[in-house]
């Protein structure tokens, strides 16, 4: 089965930084793209990030633009995403999310707050 699990949440100061991961199984990885989104308390879940199954390319939401970069690593079957100069609005449970059967992680939570 398809098994995502993120990892790397945590409380930062803004300005500061996290990296998350997200290990997955149970699927072609290195075939599949991959993304991460969001979600804040009392508001929608919203993408953040996708990136094909090579790497090549890569995509951010405007809000994170310039401050977020999303990676993978084929060989560890895992995706990252590289949190830099975070702000009290990136407080959130982030997911990944594989569009194998729609399946989403269990999330991670990041709190940013002084």
């Known amino acids: 089965q398809v098994q995502l699990v993120e990892s790397g949440g945590g409380l930062v100061q803004p300005g500061g930084s996290l990296r998350l991961a997200c290990a997955a199984s149970?699927?072609?990885?290195?075939?599949?793209?991959m993304m991460w989104y969001r979600q804040a308390p009392g508001k929608k879940r919203e993408w953040v990030a996708t990136?094909?199954?090579?790497?090549?390319?890569?995509v951010l939401a405007d809000s994170v633009k310039g401050r977020f970069t999303i990676s993978r690593d084929n060989a560890k079957t895992t995706v990252y995403l590289q949190m830099n100069s975070l702000k009290p609005e990136d407080t959130a449970v982030y997911y990944c999310?594989?569009?194998?059967?729609?399946?989403w992680g269990r999330g991670t939570q990041v709190t940013v707050a002084s």
């Open positions: 149970g699927f072609t990885f290195s075939s599949t793209a």
């Open positions: 990136i094909t199954s090579t790497g090549g390319s890569t």
């Open positions: 999310y594989a569009p194998i059967r729609a399946s």
